[in-house]
């Protein structure tokens, strides 16, 4: 677990006249669940992206505990990402998608097995560990995609609108998973959204971007019940 910290992280894409992510500034507490919310084209998947290493930063810093990653690469960062697209193994089951990347990381097989019954514990998903996705449910699969990321154990955990191709009854369950097991493992989130409930609902704090500006940053019962 660790802080995360926007330190003027600026974002000019090649070609483009303005920053699509200027100056932003936050500081995201330890264990913290923080979203990004606001209307599409503000800059919340380019913040999020370079949080992840994934976009360059023209300007300004990004702070993951008291260690500048700014220049580091996406796996250098220890954290991990949930997308929208949640794209899972066809080939492999549950378990086998979900212990894939400590496989790779050249983890022992009972460690892995460990870690990812853990995950899937928590994530509900204990029957399905046999099972290949393409047996399982949207949300089923969503889970899954969100166990993947967790047997890592990544000081921070990051998902881009990874309720978006979910309908409307699932995206309100699967909203509520998603915080229960936040605070369970408490570890460090930030989460992006353009759906003003779910950031109200699942987030510690809520950051309003709008044109790639932070326009306020608050809790969201200060945010939403007293607007003013
Ligand atoms: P959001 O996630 O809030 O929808 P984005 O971070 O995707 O917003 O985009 C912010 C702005 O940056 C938008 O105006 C978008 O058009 C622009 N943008 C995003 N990606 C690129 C890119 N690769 N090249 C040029 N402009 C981009
Ligand atoms: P392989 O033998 O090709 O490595 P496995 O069938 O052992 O593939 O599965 C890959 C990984 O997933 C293994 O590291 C294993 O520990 C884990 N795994 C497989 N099945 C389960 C299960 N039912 N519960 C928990 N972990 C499992």
């Known amino acids: 677990m660790a ?8 974002r000019v894409y090649p070609g483009n006249d303005s920053p699509s992510v200027d100056q932003l500034n936050i500081d995201i507490e330890d264990g913290e669940f923080l979203v990004l919310v606001g209307p599409s084209g503000c800059g919340k998947s380019t913040s999020l992206r370079m949080l992840a290493g994934l976009e360059e930063v023209n300007d300004g810093k990004i702070w993951i505990g008291d260690r500048d990653v700014t220049d580091l690469s ?7 990402m949930v997308f929208q697209n949640y794209a899972l193994y066809p080939h492999m089951s549950v378990a086998e998608n979900m212990g894939f990347a400590l496989k790779i990381a050249g983890e022992d097989k009972a ?19 046999d099972r290949k996705p393409k047996a399982l449910s949207g949300g089923q699969r969503q889970r899954v995609a969100m166990g993947r ?12 609108e990874p309720l978006s191709n979910l309908d409307a009854k699932l995206r309100v369950q699967t909203r509520t998973q998603i915080a229960s097991l936040q605070r ?13 409930v779910e950031a109200m609902t ?11 500006i932070l326009q306020q940053c608050d809790s969201p019962r200060r945010m939403y019940d007293h607007p003013d």
């Open 3 to 10: 802080t995360v910290k926007f330190d003027n992280a600026t």
């Open 202 to 212: 699942m987030g510690d704090r809520v950051a309003l971007l709008k044109d790639g």
């Open 111 to 129: 460690q892995i097995r460990e870690r990812v019954e853990e995950a899937a514990k928590i994530l509900d998903l204990t029957q399905f560990l």
């Open 149 to 160: 990321a967790i047997v890592r154990s990544p000081q921070v955990f990051l998902m881009d």
């Open 184 to 196: 369970r493992l408490g570890v460090t989130t930030v989460y992006v959204t353009h759906d003003q």
């Open 74 to 80: 996406p796996k250098d960062r220890d954290v991990a």
